[in-house]
Each structure stands twice: as C-alpha cells, then as structure tokens.
C-alpha cells in the first residue's frame, strides 16, 4: 500500500516524499555539485580580465563532467517516474519539482542547453504559484543568456524585478543572474548596483570577496578611478588567495587616473618587487609602475620601467609584448621612429594575434619596417660611397681594424659556448629579445646598428692623420664603418655568386661591395635616389608626417640632379609646402613643374585644379537626377520613379548609374504588384550585372522573396498542425528518440551499442546520448543535437537498416523516431508514443517517400 502513487494519504506521502529524498533526489545532487566543483576547479581565473560571474566550463570540458551529470540525470528520472503523486492535478510528493530541477541543471551543465531549457520551463509553468519557481526562472534566465537569446532572458528578468514578492533567500541570486545578463552585453552601468546588492547581500566569504574584485573592475571599466580603487583596496584588506590580492595590488596602478597622490600605491608595489615569490611577477608589476609614471607626466621613469618590465619577462610572453608595445608608441610619439620600429617588431613577435590592437599594431610594424628598410639602404649606399673616397692606407687600415674586432667576436663566442657546455652559462640573466637603442660596442655584426654615412665618416675622420699601428685598442673611433659590410655577409649563404669571397677574415670580402668604378657608382646612386623617394612616400602616406616627408624628398631632388622621381617630388613638395602655409616654396616648386615639364599630368592639374571638376560635372547632374527618382521612390510614388527610370538612358546616353536605375526600376515594380515583370527584372539584373553591387542585391532580393514565400508556405502548415498539437519545425535542432521497456534490455547495453554506431558511421557529428524514464514501463534513449530534419532524417535511416552493431535493438522493433526541438516538451508531457508516431510518419516519411 505503501508503493501507490495514485494514493493520497499520510503513509503515502510520507513513503514517497523520504524514499524520493535519500534514495534518489540527494545523490543525483551531490552529483551535480561534484561536477560542478570538478569544472571550477579546472578552471584557470584570468584576474586581468572581468571575472565572470559563474563558472560553466567550455564546451569540451563539459564532457568531463558528462558521467556525473548522467548519473545525475538517471536517478531523478527513477524519482519522477517512481515516486510522483500527481493527485487530480496537484503534487503530492514535495521533492518532483527538486527532481526536474536537478535534471535541468545537469543538462545545462552539459551544455544541452534546449533539453535544460524545457525542463526548467516546466518547473516555472508546473509550479507557478509556489515559491520553486523563481530557481527555474533563474535557470532560465542563465540558459537563454548562454543561447545567446537576450530578447527571452530579459523578458523573464522583468518579470521578477515586478515581483515583490520573490522570498530574501532567492534575492542574491536574483541579483546575480541580473548582473551576468548585464555583463555579457557589456551594460556595465546597469550591473553595478545588482552586483553591489549581492555582495551587501550575501554571507558567504569567499563570494563576497569574489563580487568586490568584479565591482572594482567594472568601476575600472567605467572609468570611475577612485571606486574602482577603493574597491580594489578593500579586496586587499579580506586577504583573499595570491592570485587575487596580487592583481589586486596591479590594479590600484590601472586604475590610477594621475590625479591625487600616487605614493602609498608605489609603495606597494615597490614592497611586491622585495618579494621573492612575486619574481615571476615582475614584468607585471614594472609594467604597473610605468603606467603610474606616465600618467603623472614622468615619461622618462616610465619608460625605464617598460624596459625593466620587458627584460624581467621570463615566461610571460604576453606581458613582454605589451611592454614592447607600449614603448613603441611612446617612440612613436616622439618622431623616433627607428627605434620605435624595433619595438613594434618585438611587439609582433609576443602579443597575442587575438589583442584588439594587433591590425593597428602590424600596420604601423610594416610602415616603419619599409622607413627603415630604405633608411639603411640610404646609410649603406653613402657609407660605401664614403669608403670608395678613402685613401688606400686608410681603407686598409678600416678593414684590419674590423677583421681584427671579427676574430676577437669569435673567440668570445666560443668560449661562451665552451662554458655553457660545462654549465656555467645557466646564470645569465634573461634579458632575451630586447630592441637595442643605442650605439653598441660592435656594430659589424649587430643587426640593428646603425651606419652613419658620409657626414658621420667625415666627422669622426675628417682630421685624423695616418697612423701605422693599425690594431687600435680603441673601437670607438672606427667602429661607425663596422656595419658597412652587413649586407654581403647576408650573401655569404646563398650560393648566387661564386666568384664572390665568403671569408670574413680576408680583406678582399669587404672591398668587394666598394663601388670603386663608374658604373658601381651610379649603380649605388640609382638604390639611393629610390629609397630617398619611397622614405619620402612612407613619411607622408602611412605615417602622415609632412615635415619628415619634405625633408627626405628635399634632400633627393637638392642632391641628385635629376632621377625618375624629381617630377612627382616636385609635385608632392608644392602640396605639402601649401598645406604648411608655406607659400613661397610651394610657388618655387610649382614653377619648377610647369617649367620643366610642361606637358605633364602634374603640370595640368597646376594650371586648372578644376579640371576633374569639369569633367565629373556631367556625372554630378547624373547622380542629381538619380536622387530626384529616388525619392519618387521613397516617398512612393512608385509609378512616377518607374518613369523617371525609363527616361535615363535617353537623357544620359553615357549612363554609368544604369544598374542603380533598373534595381530602382524593378523595385518601383514589386511595390505595385507587378511580381513577374518585378521577378524578370531582377533575374535579368542578377545575371547582367552579376558582379555590380547592384546584381549581387538583386540576387539577395531574389533570394530573400523566394525565402520569405516558403516560409509563408511553412507558416500556414504550421498553423494547421498547432491545432493538432505538434508543430512542423524542419529547420530547426532534432533529437533521435528510442523507446525501449524497462524490462526487455539493458539500457547501459543499449547505450553502448549506440555509441559503437555513431563512433562507427557518424564520429565526426559529437553525437550525444541520454537515458531518462518517459513512464515506469519505458525509458526514452535520446540521440542529439542533429542540425535539421535532414541530417536527423539520415540517421534514423541508416539506423533502422543497421544488421551489426544494432542487430538485436532493431529485431525487437522498439519505437524509434526524430523530434525537434520545439516538439519535445510537448510529446514528453502527453507520453503518447502512437500519437506522435502518427505525426512523425505523415511528416516525415511520407514527406521522403
């Protein structure tokens, strides 16, 4: 008597309501929250960005957790189904509604969003005057917002924020669903209070602490530096783990505005650099400091801070790249672009590809790239030039003095190898890929040194006399010309030259590159005059700085007599002397265009800047009466826009705007009711102008008509079959379904031979497969997510004809079928498997019949 569920008395109650406790309903949520505590703790927190509110792990690591969420899921099915007291529409055993609960969470947690999504629904309709519903409905909420369905989870959101009558114990979770639903569009504004009122709220340690820090970082975000402080610094004071109080600390400097007193924050962060357990945490705490620096207008420390971050990164690629970035544009900004390109080079090299600046960041990269590409040409080419001038005893003696530096070089280099074999090179620090700035001791062999050309070669040599001892100890006074050979030792592997010398110790390698004839002169010179151009274009195209620009195309046509580039500098230098208000030399270097060369391009526009003017002039009343007909259109009147259409050719023969005119056209068409003149029209110009911006719209319109008559079609079958119950949604997700008796076979079994199939014929599909009770007789074996009927459709085929993994799940003949998504709930509350056989066989197999 004790076993009736249809029975409504005290030993029956008392019977289900203890057995569906302890036999089912806690152990299918110890298991949940078992999951649950294996997702966070394989969770990594990323304290540099906005904590999230909950933890659900992705998509992959949800399949971690799959067997305690099937477990889950099974016993409170066994509860549902063995314990339910459903009395004259009323429920009698109190802990159904826990069960629905626990299945649904189990499957969010799973990422089966939909099949969460129902069960939740259910307990929020089921039990909508009792006070489980508001956990369902803010179970709801969080399942719409990981569906991405914003519209739904703030429609339930209303209507618990016009509820006042939700019990104080469901209040902090209210705010909390309300502030995540905030976050993940980003309404930082709006989550602030909510997630204020939660940590007011709340007397769990750990969470409270966990909301101050977002409450801090949404301030942050906000711009508001002195709550976000003040938040930050109360997360300090409840000494949370090291992680957080650590990004705690870093985020007092983010934080800081450059207003008010920076030094109790330095302070702290000076104290952070004294311990040794934060080493691996310096390059942070550096970076820290720099921002402080440099929004209180010290750019010097900051950047002596940005240099420390970057060569204390050990580990921290991401860091270093940030560091690197940093300086490069504070170089930039400067105008000191040379060094501000090998910054930007390092700066491509560590941050991440994912970092919002990294487009900005490449561009700029390969523009100062190009500038100092045709900078070394330029510092190369007047080197060698410089060399050629020299007298023979001084070149020999140049060249000695490198070789000498060369095998000095080399020797230094095997005994670091010698003493890193023997372990003593472990010690070194790691200041690894750090951009050199200055000049170093030896520049032949540093790639980034810098040769200073012929006027530094005067300067430095000028006035020396000829010496004898040639292996000078002092590097200084030569070392400029070390770098001179850099591009022939690039050579030396390359095999193109065989008659070249490869030798580095040998004085003929480095007179090889010395343009001592005619024809090796103008050679050099012809390098010369194009870099000194193109240096010109990258100053003013991509890095818009005119004074640069003029400067460097100055320097080409003052030196050079005359090249392929004087006249389109010329040009250039009288734009840009006119933009900088600098009529006298913009009248010079226009006289010189229209004098020299007359008949050009350049000299044309001079003489008449109307000139495009006049010649677009025709096309500007074209495109005038376009918009007259565009607006018959716009303001409907559609008969005369079809007539202005009609009249353009005649009144612009050379009618460049004539796709525009006919989509018009056969807009004006559809809009009256002409569909087949308007149908033919638009395949006529989907075809003629297949590659205009105009066909490729009247294909989308085509498209999009052809769309909007099926689903008219679809709309009405729909209807018709609401009124039967189940709906006709093809389109949408579908689920196999399998009816199997509790007592006919395994369902473990069942199970496994599934997954043998889907492991055997549709592996690459990540098919999943659930078991719950459908009634006490029978279990529902549920295949998912198929993406449409179609694919749905194929599996059920291809299944039914299965002789061997399957062979003696489909001798028994269970009842096997697919459903969508939206028609689930409803055939799991009816459990009428023939009704829906019914509708699934006239829907689907005759449809493929």
């Known amino acids: 008597m004790g076993c009736s569920q249809e029975k409504n008395s005290f030993v029956n109650r008392s019977y289900h309501n203890v057995t569906a406790k302890f036999n089912g309903y806690y152990n299918a949520r110890e298991k949940v929250r078992e999951g649950v505590k294996k997702l966070e703790s394989n969770y990594e927190e990323d304290y540099k ?44 055993c109190k802990w159904i509604d826990d069960a629905y609960m626990v299945i649904g969470q189990a499957n969010f947690y ?50 618990l924020e016009n509820d006042r009558h939700i019990p104080k114990e469901y209040l902090v979770d209210k705010s909390l669903v309300a502030a995540d639903f905030y976050i993940k569009q980003e309404n930082y504004e709006m989550a602030i209070p909510e997630i204020k009122y939660a940590a007011e709220l709340t007397k769990k340690k750990k969470l409270k602490t966990r909301l101050l820090y977002i409450l801090a970082q949404l301030y942050q975000l906000e711009g508001d530096s002195y709550l976000s402080i003040a938040f930050f610094k109360e997360v300090i004071k409840r000494h949370p783990e090291y992680e957080m109080e650590f990004y705690a600390k870093i985020n007092l400097a983010t934080s800081f505005s450059g207003d008010g007193n920076s030094r109790e924050i330095i302070e702290i962060l000076n104290k952070m650099l004294k311990d040794d357990k934060n080493l691996d945490y310096f390059d942070q705490i550096y970076y820290a400091l720099a921002e402080i620096y440099l929004k209180q207008g010290d750019e010097a420390q900051g950047i002596e801070a940005l240099k420390l971050s970057a060569k204390s990164s050990t580990t ?30 390092s700066t491509t090299t560590y941050l991440n590809a994912e970092h919002p600046d990294f487009d900005k960041i490449l561009r700029i990269s390969n523009s100062l790239n190009e500038l100092v590409k045709n900078i070394k040409i330029i510092e190369y080419e007047d080197s ?96 400029n010309f070390d770098n001179v050979f850099e591009e022939q030792a690039a050579l030396d592997g390359d095999g193109a030259d065989s008659t070249r010398s490869n030798d580095p110790t040998s004085k003929e390698y480095y007179l090889q590159e010395i343009p001592f004839d005619e024809e090796a002169l103008e050679a050099s010179n012809t390098k010369l005059k194009k870099a000194y151009y193109d240096l010109g274009i990258v100053y003013k195209d991509q890095l818009e700085d005119n004074y640069k620009s003029i400067e460097t195309l100055e320097k080409l046509v003052d030196r050079f007599d005359s090249s392929d580039y004087h006249l389109v500098s010329h040009y250039r230098l009288y734009l840009m002397h006119e933009a900088e208000g600098n009529s006298a030399k913009a009248e010079y270097y226009k006289n010189l265009v229209l004098n020299k060369y007359p008949d050009s391009d350049y000299a044309l526009l001079i003489k008449n800047p109307d000139y495009f003017k006049e010649e677009n002039a025709e096309r500007a009343k074209l495109v005038a009466y376009y918009e007259k007909t565009y607006g018959y259109y716009q303001r409907g009147y559609y008969k005369a826009c079809i007539m202005s259409c009609d009249e353009s050719d005649a009144k612009f023969p050379d ?99 599934i997954s043998n199939f889907n492991s055997q014929y549709f592996k690459t599909d990540n098919l999943k497969i659930n078991a719950i009770f459908l009634d006490k007789d029978h279990q529902m074996v549920s295949i998912k997510d198929f993406e449409d009927d179609e694919k749905a459709l194929l599996f059920y085929q291809v299944f039914k004809k299965n002789t061997s993994y399957l062979k003696e799940i489909n001798e028994k003949e269970y009842d096997f079928f697919v459903i969508s998504f939206e028609n689930y709930p409803i055939f799991f509350q009816k459990k009428n498997v023939p009704e829906y056989l019914e509708f699934f066989s006239k829907t689907y197999l005759e449809e493929t019949n």
Request: proline share 3%.
């Open 655 to 753: 009618n460049n705007l004539k796709p525009k005119f006919l989509l018009l056209k056969a807009k004006a068409k559809g809009m009256i009711g002409e569909k087949e003149t308007f149908i033919s029209e638009l395949e006529s110009l989907s075809k003629d102008y297949s590659n205009n911006e105009e066909g490729k719209e009247a294909a989308e319109i085509l498209a999009y008509w052809q769309k909007s008559q099926e689903e008219a079609k679809k709309q009405a079958e729909l209807e018709e079959m609401m009124k039967k119950g189940y709906a006709i949604t093809m389109e949408s997700s579908h689920t196999a379904v399998l009816i199997v008796p509790n007592l006919d076979m395994d369902i473990s079994k069942v199970k496994i031979a």
């Open 49 to 92: 960005t906005l904590l999230p509110i909950y933890i659900y792990g992705t998509e992959e690591e949800a399949k971690s957790v799959a067997s305690e969420m099937d477990a889950a899921i099974e016993k409170c099915s066994r509860v549902i189904e063995m314990h339910s007291m459903e009395i004259r529409g009323k429920q009698y």
């Open 316 to 345: 921290n690629t991401e860091q270093k790249g940030l560091s690197f970035y940093k300086l490069a544009e504070l170089y930039f900004a400067k105008l000191n672009y040379e060094t501000a390109q090998k910054y930007y080079d």
């Open 384 to 479: 060698v030039q410089a060399l050629a001038n020299m007298s023979e005893e001084e070149l020999e003696d140049l060249i000695y003095d490198v070789i000498d530096n060369y095998e000095r070089e080399q020797e230094r280099k095997e005994r670091e190898a010698e003493l890193d074999n023997f372990g003593f090179g472990d010690d070194q620090p790691l200041y690894n890929a750090m951009p050199s700035e200055g000049n170093g001791k030896w520049y032949f062999y540093n790639p980034t040194a810098i040769s200073f050309g012929a006027n530094e070669f005067k300067r430095i040599w000028g006035g020396r006399p000829n010496e004898d001892n040639w292996r000078r100890s002092n590097k200084e006074s030569k070392g």
């Open 110 to 159: 799973k990422h089966e969003y939909n099949e969460a999504k129902s069960f939740f629904t259910y307990i929020a309709k089921e039990f909508k005057n009792e006070p489980e519903k508001y956990p369902a409905m803010f179970w709801l909420i969080r399942t719409n917002i990981e569906k991405g369905n914003f519209y739904e989870a703030e429609k339930i959101l209303t209507l």
